[in-house]
């Protein structure tokens, strides 16, 4: 069965340094996701971004993040400038082509932990 | 903020169906309900989702009531591996996901 991977499973990075999380949604899936889960608290969503422009983004979404789909297969998370409250799982997701009838598909994320 | 009402937490003997209650009352005409459980730290795993006719799959069954106020996900035999949070979510198309806090199923021997 096709499944979104992510890699690293883990990332360690010293606070103030930018960090780029990759993803590979499933190859036919055009709706793509970042979430993310700090610790013992709720899944928050992040970015949705579809057609190479992002589609909705949090608050939490501010100018250190951004995304992009560098090719056809790749699409990533960098955070430009890390604090430590971003020590967080990192939840990469896609969906089929038309949003919303099929359900959003998740990897195992990234582990993120900033020093 | 999720829109939805879980209990916190359940148990259930292996073997046993496990039935998981959750409580929508403002869900909207065009919002559907999903179902995800999240293993351990793994990523949220997609179950089942429905509009307003009951549906199953080879995880599990989703009752929706008439009046779509409240659903009932049903996992017909629990099995150990089936121990996660299960999230309750209303979304309507296109909409991101809100989780909520969930229910923690733990499946006993």
């Known amino acids: 069965e096709p499944e979104v991977t992510q890699t690293p499973s883990h990332q360690v990075t010293q606070m103030g340094q930018e960090v780029i999380l990759r993803c590979v949604p499933i190859s036919n899936h055009l709706y793509f996701y970042w979430y993310r889960q700090i610790l013992g608290q709720k899944v928050e969503f992040l970015v949705s971004f579809y057609n190479n422009e992002i589609s909705e983004k949090s608050e939490i979404f501010d100018d250190q993040f951004s995304v992009e789909r560098p090719d056809g297969s790749n699409f990533t998370l960098k955070i430009r400038s890390t604090k430590l409250e971003d020590s967080a799982m990192y939840f990469c997701?896609?969906?089929?082509?038309?949003?919303?009838?099929?359900?959003?598909?998740f990897g195992d994320g990234t582990r993120l932990s900033i020093l | 903020d999720a829109k939805t009402t879980q209990p916190t937490s359940m148990d259930c003997a292996e073997g046993r169906a496990a039935n998981l209650p959750c409580n929508h009352s403002?869900?909207?005409?065009?919002?559907?309900v999903y179902w995800y459980r999240q293993i351990h730290s793994q990523g949220p795993q997609y179950i089942i989702h429905?509009?307003?006719n009951n549906e199953t799959n080879e995880m599990a069954s989703l009752i929706i009531t008439e009046d779509r106020k409240s659903s009932t996900l049903i996992l017909p035999h629990a099995t150990l591996r089936d121990t996660a949070v299960y999230y309750c979510?209303?979304?309507?198309?296109?909409?991101?996901?809100?989780f909520g806090t969930g229910t923690r199923l733990q499946v006993f021997p």
């Open positions: 997701a896609s969906s089929e082509a038309r949003p919303g009838l099929g359900p959003q598909h």
């Open positions: 403002t869900i909207s005409g065009n919002e559907y």
């Open positions: 979510i209303v979304r309507a198309i296109g909409d991101k996901l809100i």
């Open positions: 429905g509009l307003k």
